[in-house]
């Protein structure tokens, strides 16, 4: 089982970014996935969920109405576009199998929202 993001980066504020996660070893069509981030020095945080029909989403307060998350079942990927990045937005972003931050994750990928 492997989880492979990428598409982090530096971002300005009011920027967006979109991370992807390649997902092998695993049927990825039945399962629900996850996003999840860790500030620096901070623990690691849910932030966004999708359900294994690819429709259902859950979203944290926090990045409701700017982070959308998505999949494709037909490629083993799942998406997060990032749209009006805060610098609060900082952080190594992780991709999840199952909707719990204790699930397998992958490497991550660094996003740095500044000037």
């Known amino acids: 089982v492997q989880l492979v993001e990428s598409g982090g980066g530096l971002a300005q504020p009011g920027g967006s970014l979109r991370l992807s996660c390649a997902a092998s070893?695993?049927?990825?069509?039945?399962?629900?996935m996850s996003w999840a981030r860790q500030a620096p020095g901070k623990g690691l945080v849910w932030v966004a969920g999708?359900?294994?029909?690819?429709?259902?989403?859950y979203y944290s307060d926090s990045v409701k109405g700017r982070f959308t998350i998505s999949s494709d079942n037909a490629k083993n990927t799942l998406y997060l576009q990032m749209n009006s990045l805060i610098p609060e937005d900082t952080a190594l972003y992780y991709c999840?199998?199952?909707?719990?931050?204790?699930?397998?994750r992958g490497q991550g990928t660094e996003v740095t929202v500044s000037l």
């Open positions: 070893g695993f049927t990825f069509s039945n399962y629900d």
């Open positions: 999840i199998k199952g909707l719990f931050v204790s699930g397998l």
């Open positions: 999708i359900g294994s029909d690819g429709r259902t989403t």
